[in-house]
């Protein structure tokens, strides 16, 4: 693997209350170093771009994510902080052996990251999420990434939980793309978050992959670009 030189987040206006960073510095990111150990698949290039710059912009101090599969997403996060230096704690959360579910990866869980210093686990995404941040405590500045059961009751429930349980919230959901209902797609996610939005008041803002699938949506509390300045 090519060695880079840490380099800071490539974020232009620290203190502006709009999210921005340098697309084209993440673009090199990108494709010099991401793309050549996850590919494109399941994340194309504009969700590597949304996930990286979310990074970037917030700076969180740990990352909590299910859906762990072979760790793509892990690795994502886990390549991120090492090349900007931020010393993210990545934390990857999967089904347990024992739970049958079509998309369970079996001896495959995780691959990706077997080697970095991500730590995986097994249980439910949101329950295992907040009970570590809880242990953690008050100081922790984190971002989940909810790629786990697409259902429109299971992301509806995990969103809900975490703009209910964490102050100043920075959540990434895949596969959120919407197709009209006859479609076929499920437009599960998508309708999860507008509804989780809706009751939760003027707050949060969004960004959206929207030129096609699979989808991806950033969701963060107004606050929560102070703590990235």
């Known amino acids: ?5 840490k380099t800071p987040p490539p974020v232009l206006n620290p ?3 709009e999210f921005e960073v340098n697309n084209w510095l993440i673009s090199d990111f990108i494709v010099e170093r991401l793309i050549p150990i996850v590919g494109v698949r399941p994340f194309p290039l ?11 912009r917030f700076t969180p101090t740990h990352i909590f994510e299910w859906g762990t599969h072979i760790g793509a997403s892990a690795r994502v996060f ?4 090492e090349f900007y230096g931020l010393g993210i704690e990545v934390h990857s959360i999967d089904l347990p052996d024992d739970v049958a579910h079509v998309e369970h990866p079996g001896h495959q869980r995780g691959r990706l990251v077997r080697d970095t210093p991500v730590q995986l686990h097994q249980g439910d995404g949101l329950d295992t999420s907040l009970a570590l941040l809880e242990r953690i405590g008050v100081s922790a500045r984190a971002l989940f990434f909810v790629d786990g059961d697409h259902s429109y009751e299971s992301v509806r429930r995990e969103l809900e939980g975490i703009l209910a349980s964490v102050k100043r919230p920075v959540v990434l959901l895949h596969d959120t ?3 009209s209902s006859d479609s076929g797609y499920n437009t599960g996610p998508h309708r999860a978050i507008r509804d989780v939005l809706d009751r939760a008041g ?3 803002h969004t960004l959206e992959t929207t030129t096609g699938l699979p ?3 950033l969701v963060f509390h ?3 670009l102070e703590r990235g300045r």
Not at 46 to 56: F, G, P, R
Not at 78 to 81: K, L, V
């Open 1 to 5: 693997m090519r060695h880079f030189r």
């Open 15 to 17: 203190g502006a209350s």
């Open 46 to 56: 504009s969700e590597l771009e949304l996930m990286t710059a979310a990074v970037c």
């Open 78 to 81: 886990y390549e991120t902080s």
């Open 177 to 179: 793309f919407f197709q």
């Open 202 to 204: 003027r707050s949060y």
């Open 215 to 217: 989808g991806m949506t």
């Open 222 to 224: 107004e606050k929560a």
